[in-house]
Protein backbone atom coordinates (compact mmCIF):
# COMPACT_ATOMS: atom_id res chain seq x y z
CA UNK A 1 0.00 0.00 0.00
CA UNK A 2 1.03 3.39 -0.84
CA UNK A 3 2.12 6.05 1.67
CA UNK A 4 -0.86 8.41 -0.22
CA UNK A 5 -3.56 5.73 0.18
CA UNK A 6 -2.05 5.41 3.96
CA UNK A 7 -2.34 8.59 4.74
CA UNK A 8 -6.07 8.61 2.87
CA UNK A 9 -7.20 6.32 5.39
CA UNK A 10 -6.05 8.14 8.25
CA UNK A 11 -7.60 11.46 7.30
CA UNK A 12 -10.76 9.18 6.93
CA UNK A 13 -11.21 8.47 10.20
CA UNK A 14 -10.48 12.16 11.54
CA UNK A 15 -13.59 14.27 12.67
CA UNK A 16 -14.87 16.78 10.34
CA UNK A 17 -13.72 19.21 12.72
CA UNK A 18 -10.22 18.31 12.75
CA UNK A 19 -10.47 17.69 9.02
CA UNK A 20 -10.68 21.74 8.49
CA UNK A 21 -7.68 22.09 10.04
CA UNK A 22 -5.44 19.55 7.92
CA UNK A 23 -4.96 19.48 4.46
CA UNK A 24 -7.74 17.81 2.21
CA UNK A 25 -6.25 16.88 -0.69
CA UNK A 26 -7.02 12.73 0.32
CA UNK A 27 -10.61 14.36 -0.50
CA UNK A 28 -9.74 13.86 -4.42
CA UNK A 29 -8.09 10.21 -3.59
CA UNK A 30 -11.46 7.99 -3.03
CA UNK A 31 -13.17 9.14 -6.40
CA UNK A 32 -15.12 11.67 -8.60
CA UNK A 33 -16.59 14.87 -6.49
CA UNK A 34 -19.15 17.09 -7.00
CA UNK A 35 -17.37 19.68 -4.69
CA UNK A 36 -14.58 20.85 -4.01
CA UNK A 37 -12.46 21.60 -0.12
CA UNK A 38 -11.43 25.22 0.38
CA UNK A 39 -8.11 24.57 -1.05
CA UNK A 40 -9.70 23.19 -4.65
CA UNK A 41 -11.48 26.24 -5.21
CA UNK A 42 -9.04 28.71 -4.13
CA UNK A 43 -6.07 27.31 -6.19
CA UNK A 44 -5.95 24.60 -9.46
CA UNK A 45 -5.82 21.02 -9.30
CA UNK A 46 -2.37 20.90 -11.16
CA UNK A 47 -1.19 23.60 -8.34
CA UNK A 48 -2.19 21.21 -5.55
CA UNK A 49 -0.41 18.58 -6.84
CA UNK A 50 2.56 20.65 -7.73
CA UNK A 51 2.71 21.20 -4.01
CA UNK A 52 1.62 17.67 -2.58
CA UNK A 53 4.74 16.30 -4.42
CA UNK A 54 7.01 19.25 -3.47
CA UNK A 55 6.73 18.81 0.22
CA UNK A 56 7.25 14.86 -0.62
CA UNK A 57 5.26 11.88 1.39
CA UNK A 58 5.85 12.62 4.56
CA UNK A 59 5.04 16.52 4.51
CA UNK A 60 3.69 18.48 7.04
CA UNK A 61 0.01 20.02 6.43
CA UNK A 62 1.87 23.61 6.59
CA UNK A 63 4.88 23.15 4.01
CA UNK A 64 1.66 22.16 1.41
CA UNK A 65 -0.64 25.38 2.85
CA UNK A 66 2.91 27.48 2.76
CA UNK A 67 3.48 25.99 -0.75
CA UNK A 68 -0.12 27.18 -1.95
CA UNK A 69 0.43 30.73 -0.37
CA UNK A 70 3.46 31.66 -2.12
CA UNK A 71 4.09 33.13 -5.38
CA UNK A 72 4.91 31.14 -8.03
CA UNK A 73 5.59 31.50 -11.60
CA UNK A 74 4.59 28.64 -13.82
CA UNK A 75 6.56 26.95 -16.26
CA UNK A 76 6.85 27.77 -19.98
CA UNK A 77 7.01 31.80 -21.19
CA UNK A 78 4.10 33.40 -22.79
CA UNK A 79 3.12 33.45 -26.82
CA UNK A 80 4.40 35.74 -29.13
CA UNK A 81 1.38 38.08 -30.01
CA UNK A 82 1.06 37.50 -33.19
CA UNK A 83 -0.27 33.85 -32.06
CA UNK A 84 -2.69 34.97 -29.44
CA UNK A 85 -6.44 33.87 -29.57
CA UNK A 86 -9.21 37.18 -29.81
CA UNK A 87 -9.91 36.22 -26.05
CA UNK A 88 -6.29 36.32 -25.19
CA UNK A 89 -6.14 39.56 -26.72
CA UNK A 90 -9.15 41.29 -24.83
CA UNK A 91 -8.37 44.27 -23.52
CA UNK A 92 -9.07 43.95 -19.87
CA UNK A 93 -6.83 43.38 -16.60
CA UNK A 94 -7.55 39.55 -16.58
CA UNK A 95 -4.96 38.62 -13.52
CA UNK A 96 -2.40 39.49 -11.88
CA UNK A 97 -0.13 36.83 -11.51
CA UNK A 98 0.06 33.51 -12.80
CA UNK A 99 -1.75 31.94 -9.44
CA UNK A 100 -4.60 33.45 -11.18
CA UNK A 101 -4.57 31.64 -13.96
CA UNK A 102 -6.06 27.67 -14.40
CA UNK A 103 -3.54 24.96 -14.67
CA UNK A 104 -0.74 25.67 -17.07
CA UNK A 105 -1.69 29.06 -17.94
CA UNK A 106 0.53 32.13 -17.18
CA UNK A 107 -0.42 35.69 -16.69
CA UNK A 108 0.56 37.82 -19.76
CA UNK A 109 0.25 41.20 -20.47
CA UNK A 110 -0.13 42.80 -24.56
CA UNK A 111 -0.67 45.71 -26.00
CA UNK A 112 -4.52 46.15 -24.61
CA UNK A 113 -4.18 44.14 -21.66
CA UNK A 114 -3.47 41.31 -18.74
CA UNK A 115 -4.75 37.66 -19.51
CA UNK A 116 -4.13 34.31 -18.84
CA UNK A 117 -2.38 32.30 -22.05
CA UNK A 118 -1.32 28.87 -22.69
CA UNK A 119 2.46 28.91 -22.27
CA UNK A 120 5.21 27.89 -25.01
CA UNK A 121 8.52 26.21 -24.31
CA UNK A 122 7.30 23.64 -22.13
CA UNK A 123 8.76 20.22 -24.52
CA UNK A 124 11.70 21.91 -23.98
CA UNK A 125 12.04 21.84 -19.94
CA UNK A 126 13.95 19.31 -18.46
CA UNK A 127 12.60 19.92 -15.01
CA UNK A 128 9.25 18.54 -15.72
CA UNK A 129 7.41 14.74 -16.10
CA UNK A 130 6.96 13.95 -19.47
CA UNK A 131 2.82 14.15 -20.61
CA UNK A 132 1.27 10.68 -19.90
CA UNK A 133 1.10 8.42 -23.48
CA UNK A 134 -1.21 5.81 -24.25
CA UNK A 135 -3.64 5.56 -21.90
CA UNK A 136 -5.51 2.42 -22.12
CA UNK A 137 -9.25 1.80 -20.23
CA UNK A 138 -10.17 -1.88 -19.12
CA UNK A 139 -13.39 -2.55 -17.95
CA UNK A 140 -14.16 -4.76 -15.49
CA UNK A 141 -17.64 -6.26 -14.38
CA UNK A 142 -19.65 -3.93 -12.13
CA UNK A 143 -18.40 -0.65 -13.67
CA UNK A 144 -15.17 -1.20 -12.19
CA UNK A 145 -12.34 0.23 -14.43
CA UNK A 146 -8.65 0.03 -14.58
CA UNK A 147 -6.57 2.76 -15.92
CA UNK A 148 -2.98 2.49 -17.13
CA UNK A 149 -0.22 4.78 -18.55
CA UNK A 150 2.89 5.16 -19.54
CA UNK A 151 5.25 8.25 -19.59
CA UNK A 152 6.04 9.96 -22.47
CA UNK A 153 9.81 9.71 -23.99
CA UNK A 154 11.80 13.08 -22.92
CA UNK A 155 14.46 14.03 -24.92
CA UNK A 156 16.61 14.84 -22.63
CA UNK A 157 18.83 12.67 -20.12
CA UNK A 158 19.39 15.15 -18.03
CA UNK A 159 16.46 15.16 -15.66
CA UNK A 160 15.77 16.87 -12.18
CA UNK A 161 15.68 14.88 -9.22
CA UNK A 162 12.37 16.72 -8.52
CA UNK A 163 10.52 14.85 -11.71
CA UNK A 164 10.85 11.35 -8.98
CA UNK A 165 8.67 12.41 -6.81
CA UNK A 166 5.47 12.79 -9.35
CA UNK A 167 1.66 12.80 -8.90
CA UNK A 168 -0.73 11.94 -11.60
CA UNK A 169 -4.06 13.58 -11.77
CA UNK A 170 -6.97 11.46 -13.48
CA UNK A 171 -9.90 13.63 -15.18
CA UNK A 172 -13.09 12.04 -16.29
CA UNK A 173 -16.06 13.88 -18.08
CA UNK A 174 -19.10 12.51 -18.62
CA UNK A 175 -22.70 12.09 -20.52
CA UNK A 176 -25.66 10.06 -19.95
CA UNK A 177 -27.68 8.42 -22.55
CA UNK A 178 -27.17 5.41 -25.48
CA UNK A 179 -25.37 7.53 -27.48
CA UNK A 180 -22.07 9.81 -27.44
CA UNK A 181 -22.37 12.92 -28.15
CA UNK A 182 -19.15 14.83 -27.50
CA UNK A 183 -20.92 18.38 -27.49
CA UNK A 184 -22.76 16.83 -24.46
CA UNK A 185 -19.65 16.06 -22.27
CA UNK A 186 -19.20 17.36 -18.77
CA UNK A 187 -16.68 19.26 -17.37
CA UNK A 188 -13.27 18.08 -17.04
CA UNK A 189 -12.94 16.89 -13.35
CA UNK A 190 -10.53 15.23 -10.98
CA UNK A 191 -11.34 11.82 -9.70
CA UNK A 192 -7.72 10.16 -8.83
CA UNK A 193 -4.83 10.96 -7.51
CA UNK A 194 -1.95 8.57 -7.94
CA UNK A 195 1.61 7.92 -7.48
CA UNK A 196 1.58 4.74 -9.81
CA UNK A 197 1.21 4.83 -13.53
CA UNK A 198 -1.92 3.34 -13.38
CA UNK A 199 -5.16 3.63 -11.26
CA UNK A 200 -8.33 1.41 -9.85
CA UNK A 201 -11.71 3.19 -9.82
CA UNK A 202 -13.63 1.10 -7.99
CA UNK A 203 -17.26 2.11 -7.77
CA UNK A 204 -16.68 5.49 -8.92
CA UNK A 205 -19.12 5.13 -12.59
CA UNK A 206 -22.21 5.20 -13.06
CA UNK A 207 -24.50 3.05 -14.71
CA UNK A 208 -25.89 4.47 -18.07
CA UNK A 209 -22.88 6.65 -19.00
CA UNK A 210 -20.05 7.19 -21.29
CA UNK A 211 -17.01 8.23 -19.91
CA UNK A 212 -13.47 9.97 -20.77
CA UNK A 213 -10.38 10.37 -19.04
CA UNK A 214 -6.85 11.92 -19.35
CA UNK A 215 -3.77 12.39 -17.36
CA UNK A 216 -1.41 14.65 -16.05
CA UNK A 217 1.88 14.66 -14.80
CA UNK A 218 2.87 16.82 -12.07
CA UNK A 219 5.99 17.01 -10.07
CA UNK A 220 7.29 20.09 -7.73
CA UNK A 221 7.92 22.36 -10.45
CA UNK A 222 4.73 22.01 -12.42
CA UNK A 223 3.30 20.17 -15.25
CA UNK A 224 4.06 19.80 -19.09
CA UNK A 225 -0.46 19.24 -19.77
CA UNK A 226 -2.89 16.59 -19.75
CA UNK A 227 -2.37 13.54 -21.92
CA UNK A 228 -4.62 13.16 -25.11
CA UNK A 229 -8.13 11.94 -23.67
CA UNK A 230 -8.83 7.96 -23.49
CA UNK A 231 -11.63 6.71 -26.49
CA UNK A 232 -14.83 6.81 -24.91
CA UNK A 233 -16.46 4.08 -23.71
CA UNK A 234 -20.04 3.61 -21.85
CA UNK A 235 -20.97 1.23 -18.70
CA UNK A 236 -23.80 -1.21 -18.72
CA UNK A 237 -27.17 -0.25 -19.89
CA UNK A 238 -29.36 1.25 -16.57
CA UNK A 239 -32.03 -0.42 -14.67
CA UNK A 240 -35.27 0.66 -13.99
CA UNK A 241 -35.83 3.23 -11.04
CA UNK A 242 -37.00 1.61 -7.48
CA UNK A 243 -40.43 2.42 -6.84
CA UNK A 244 -40.63 5.81 -4.87
CA UNK A 245 -40.39 5.69 -0.66
CA UNK A 246 -42.29 6.00 1.88
CA UNK A 247 -45.80 7.63 0.77
CA UNK A 248 -46.75 9.92 3.58
CA UNK A 249 -50.34 12.18 3.70
CA UNK A 250 -50.55 15.01 5.86
CA UNK A 251 -52.15 18.89 5.98
CA UNK A 252 -55.86 17.43 4.97
CA UNK A 253 -58.44 20.48 5.35
CA UNK A 254 -62.22 20.99 3.65
CA UNK A 255 -62.29 23.65 1.40
CA UNK A 256 -65.66 24.45 -0.09
CA UNK A 257 -67.39 21.10 0.99
CA UNK A 258 -64.44 18.74 -0.64
CA UNK A 259 -60.85 17.59 0.79
CA UNK A 260 -57.40 18.53 -0.09
CA UNK A 261 -54.62 16.44 0.93
CA UNK A 262 -50.83 16.28 0.62
CA UNK A 263 -49.31 13.15 -0.72
CA UNK A 264 -45.65 12.94 0.16
CA UNK A 265 -42.26 10.66 -1.25
CA UNK A 266 -38.92 9.97 -1.16
CA UNK A 267 -36.85 10.34 -3.94
CA UNK A 268 -36.07 6.83 -5.27
CA UNK A 269 -32.53 5.17 -6.36
CA UNK A 270 -32.16 5.24 -9.98
CA UNK A 271 -29.38 4.31 -12.30
CA UNK A 272 -30.02 7.59 -14.15
CA UNK A 273 -31.52 10.77 -13.18
CA UNK A 274 -35.02 10.44 -12.69
CA UNK A 275 -37.16 12.76 -15.21
CA UNK A 276 -40.74 13.40 -13.74
CA UNK A 277 -42.93 11.04 -11.33
CA UNK A 278 -46.89 10.20 -12.43
CA UNK A 279 -49.31 10.44 -9.47
CA UNK A 280 -52.39 8.18 -9.69
CA UNK A 281 -55.70 8.06 -7.71
CA UNK A 282 -58.94 6.33 -7.88
CA UNK A 283 -62.04 5.25 -6.07
CA UNK A 284 -64.84 2.95 -6.40
CA UNK A 285 -67.76 4.51 -8.29
CA UNK A 286 -71.04 2.77 -7.48
CA UNK A 287 -73.54 2.56 -10.35
CA UNK A 288 -77.15 1.38 -10.48
CA UNK A 289 -76.36 -0.96 -13.51
CA UNK A 290 -72.40 -1.46 -12.68
CA UNK A 291 -69.59 -0.58 -10.28
CA UNK A 292 -66.33 1.32 -12.08
CA UNK A 293 -63.42 3.16 -10.73
CA UNK A 294 -63.14 6.26 -11.55
CA UNK A 295 -58.86 7.15 -12.06
CA UNK A 296 -57.49 10.36 -12.47
CA UNK A 297 -53.35 11.04 -12.73
CA UNK A 298 -51.10 14.07 -13.06
CA UNK A 299 -47.27 14.65 -13.94
CA UNK A 300 -45.51 15.80 -11.54
CA UNK A 301 -41.64 17.95 -12.69
CA UNK A 302 -38.50 15.97 -11.17
CA UNK A 303 -37.66 18.44 -8.60
CA UNK A 304 -40.90 17.68 -6.33
CA UNK A 305 -41.71 15.00 -3.98
CA UNK A 306 -45.10 16.72 -3.22
CA UNK A 307 -48.75 16.47 -4.80
CA UNK A 308 -51.60 18.45 -3.29
CA UNK A 309 -55.13 16.03 -3.58
CA UNK A 310 -57.84 18.39 -4.38
CA UNK A 311 -61.90 17.97 -4.47
CA UNK A 312 -61.89 14.57 -3.01
CA UNK A 313 -64.95 13.09 -1.91
CA UNK A 314 -65.89 12.28 1.66
CA UNK A 315 -67.04 9.30 2.85
CA UNK A 316 -64.76 7.39 -0.02
CA UNK A 317 -62.15 5.67 -0.47
CA UNK A 318 -58.68 6.09 -2.52
CA UNK A 319 -56.00 4.21 -4.03
CA UNK A 320 -52.76 6.45 -3.92
CA UNK A 321 -49.79 5.64 -6.31
CA UNK A 322 -47.25 7.09 -7.00
CA UNK A 323 -44.42 5.94 -9.76
CA UNK A 324 -40.92 6.84 -10.95
CA UNK A 325 -39.91 8.04 -14.63
CA UNK A 326 -36.63 8.18 -16.06
CA UNK A 327 -35.77 9.28 -19.77
CA UNK A 328 -32.64 7.23 -21.80
CA UNK A 329 -32.30 8.37 -25.46
CA UNK A 330 -35.58 7.97 -26.15
CA UNK A 331 -37.03 4.96 -23.97
CA UNK A 332 -38.90 5.65 -20.95
CA UNK A 333 -37.65 3.87 -17.51
CA UNK A 334 -40.65 3.74 -14.85
CA UNK A 335 -40.28 2.24 -11.74
CA UNK A 336 -42.87 -0.02 -10.31
CA UNK A 337 -45.95 1.80 -8.30
CA UNK A 338 -45.24 2.67 -4.77
CA UNK A 339 -49.21 2.77 -3.23
CA UNK A 340 -51.31 3.76 -0.13
CA UNK A 341 -54.78 3.70 0.35
CA UNK A 342 -56.65 6.37 1.84
CA UNK A 343 -59.70 6.33 3.95
CA UNK A 344 -61.51 9.88 3.04
CA UNK A 345 -63.54 9.59 5.92
CA UNK A 346 -60.56 9.32 8.52
CA UNK A 347 -59.05 12.50 7.18
CA UNK A 348 -59.00 13.97 10.56
CA UNK A 349 -56.33 11.83 10.89
CA UNK A 350 -54.05 14.13 9.10
CA UNK A 351 -55.74 17.37 9.77
CA UNK A 352 -52.57 17.57 12.41
CA UNK A 353 -49.75 16.44 10.38
CA UNK A 354 -48.79 19.94 8.76
CA UNK A 355 -46.51 19.14 6.26
CA UNK A 356 -42.92 19.99 6.45
CA UNK A 357 -41.84 23.61 5.41
Known sequence: MSATMKRSQ????????????WWPWWLLLPGCLASWTRYVEEYDSIRVARCDARCGENHPNECVENCLASNYTKPGNCP????????????????????????????CSHDCG???????????????????????VQQQK??????????????????????????YLVEERHLVGPRYLESRLSSWTVCHVSTKPHANLRGRLKTGHWYQ??????????????SQPSRPFKTKEPRNPKE????????????????????????????????????????????PANDS????????????????????????????????????????????????????????AYASLLSPV
Not at 115 to 135: A, F, K, Q, W, Y
Not at 308 to 327: G, I, T
Open 10 to 21: LSLQLSLVTLKK
Open 213 to 226: FRVAAVNGNGSRGY
Open 293 to 348: ILVYHKTIPKDKTCYELKNLELKCQYFLQVQAVAVYGGRRLTSRKASKVFNSTDYM
Open 114 to 136: VTCMHPIGLEIRNDLPTVPENLQ
Open 142 to 167: RNLVFLTWRNGRSGFSNVSSNTENVR
Open 80 to 107: EKTSMTPFEAACLIACVDDSHCPDLAKC
Open 244 to 287: PQNLTLSNARLVSGKLRINLRWIKPTSDVPISFYKVFWSRLIHG
